[in-house]
């Protein structure tokens, strides 16, 4: 495995090796590898006219589609870098983000799923200029036509200059991930960490040139960026965009197509083998799944292989900072093991358990889990502080997970450090949704805790102090938060009580609430 590439450079292996496989497909339209390339390069050109330059920072928030691909390639070969937003922010939400990254220009769905995006950025407090580039409105001088006709002009050879200009070691990539701290942090990442990291993705499950990999993880998140289309890229494998995710739909492609790669979250695969026999299709042809949790029942696996027909279901581990995978399972891999463990490490990746002074613990022993790795991240965007209490000098990233390293070297996440939980595949961080909620007038203090949920392993349930002589319900500041936040960050419930737990020290004592959890809190009201 080299580190030494460049996107533009893998862009260029996969047309030479294969430039007539189909390298991206959706329900209209297909392009090959040698046809990608050549929008590729009209989109970068275009990035050239629109003095989109090397280090400097574009955004893409829409759905899941050949034009996103596209649009993150153009700026990426030139090397300008790539800002994925997530679809399920709102606008005060992309602002800041837009804002702190100093974004110049963001490619943009016109509307998806009667959320007018457009309209959204347009009313967001954004503090800079800052270009619109519209998917899906045509004719018009802010679509995506206008924005390639304008680099129409744009010098071939001053083009090849840009491309060439490019380092691996430069930045490709800055990923936003929900905050400990109340606001969502950078994640930046390198040509050579993102690529590297998406090449051992692909390298340990088997990802090769004849594969079809439908991928429905959106690709704001890294499971569908450096997990999904970016693999397809790196191995040469055809990759189907799913722009929303529709049972019906996954069904359906995967019959027609002939699919033999659909990781995702086990929430998937449980509404998969709940389905009617009505919704159900042939999906004899999947090969591989790749599939993460703390823990995924052994239960679920048996019944991944034997009803849903999929030869070899992966158990992966990783974090955003260290740029996507860090354990694997192996195809050989019992079940049970599996079912107990996150797998060992990729090539080059070393994992150590330590204490809270740090000391690194025997073998079997419960403590933090750190990663080193040639892809953990470069840092945090614009704070050393953040960057320096996460990687410690020599190297090693606090993941904030607890887990274990067994004889074998497999690792088993058995809790968190940190608050974080997990809704139906998204990462949660109470501190940043106490810090939204805390703003409704209505609310004098607030603490959030995960709970366990049936279907999407957790759900966060709030407990709410009003203030005083404020009159509050439930229903009303659940709709309020939904305008404030994607909807996975809202509480399912809200509690409200007349004062929160506390220590001497005055730290609300979230152990207390969780000990006292009603038993209605752990039930869905979201479904």
């Not at 939400?93 to 100093?102: G, H």
């Not at 692909?202 to 704001?220: C, E, H, I, Q, R």
Request: hydrophobic share 40%; aromatic share 8%.
């Amino acid at each position: 495995m080299s580190l030494q590439r460049t996107i533009g450079a893998v862009l260029d292996e996969a047309v030479r090796v294969c430039p007539r496989n189909v390298a991206l497909k959706d329900e209209t339209s297909e392009l090959t590898f040698e046809e990608l390339r050549e929008h590729v390069f009209r989109t970068a050109a275009a990035f050239g006219a629109a003095g989109i330059n090397h280090g400097d920072r574009f955004a893409v928030w829409a759905p899941n589609s050949i034009s996103w691909v596209v649009a993150a390639l153009g700026g990426q070969i030139r090397g300008a870098i790539l800002v994925a937003l997530n679809t399920r922010f709102k606008g005060d939400e992309i602002a800041d983000i837009i804002n702190r990254a100093k974004v110049k220009a963001v490619f943009v769905a016109d509307s998806f799923l009667g959320t007018d995006y457009l309209k959204m950025l347009q009313e967001a407090p954004i503090e800079h200029e800052c270009r619109l580039v519209v998917f899906g409105k045509e004719p018009s001088e802010l679509g995506w036509n206008e924005f390639l006709r304008q680099g129409a002009d744009y010098s071939p050879h001053l083009l090849e200059s840009d491309i060439s200009a490019v380092r691996p070691s430069d930045v490709l990539d800055i990923s936003f991930t929900s905050g400990t701290t109340g606001e969502p942090k950078g994640i930046v990442m390198t040509n050579e960490k993102s690529i590297g990291n998406a090449e051992a993705w692909g390298n340990g499950v088997g990802l090769g040139s004849s594969d079809k990999y439908l991928v429905a993880t959106p690709f704001f998140h890294a499971f569908g960026y450096r997990g999904g289309w970016l693999p397809c890229l790196v191995k040469h494998s055809c990759m189907l965009p799913l722009p929303k995710y529709d049972l019906g739909t996954v069904f359906e492609i995967i019959e027609r197509e002939k699919i033999t790669v659909f990781p995702g979250p086990p929430t998937i695969f449980e509404d998969m083998l709940k389905a009617p026999d009505s919704v159900r299709r042939d999906t004899s042809s999947l090969r591989i799944s790749v599939t993460g949790a703390a823990v995924v029942p052994s239960e679920l696996l048996h019944r991944m292989r034997e009803e849903l027909d999929i030869d070899t279901v992966f158990i992966s581990y990783g974090l955003t900072e260290t740029a996507g995978i860090t354990t694997i399972t192996a195809s050989d891999d019992d079940i049970s093991v599996a079912a107990n463990s996150v797998g060992k490490p990729i090539e080059g990746v070393s994992v150590r358990i330590v204490d809270k002074d740090g000391s690194i613990l025997p073998t079997g022993s419960h403590g933090e889990v750190q990663v080193k790795s040639p892809y953990n991240m470069v840092g945090y965007l614009d704070d050393e502080e953040s960057t320096k209490e996460t990687i410690s000098d020599d190297g090693w990233l606090k993941t904030g997970d607890i887990g274990l390293l067994d004889d074998e070297g497999y690792l088993k996440i058995t809790g968190r450090k940190k608050e974080m939980y997990i809704v139906g595949g998204f990462n949660c961080y109470p501190a940043e949704i106490e810090f939204a909620i805390a703003k409704h007038p209505a609310v004098r203090e607030v603490a959030v805790i995960g709970a366990p949920h049936p279907r999407l392993g957790e759900t966060g349930i709030a407990f709410v102090v009003r203030a005083s002589g404020a009159e509050l319900e439930e229903r009303d500041l659940l709709d309020w938060a939904r305008q404030k936040m994607a909807n996975y960050k809202v509480p399912s419930q809200v509690f409200f009580v007349d004062e929160l737990p506390r220590n001497a020290l005055g730290k609300v004592q979230k152990q207390e609430l969780a000990l006292n959890l009603p038993d209605a809190a752990v039930a869905a009201s979201g479904e």
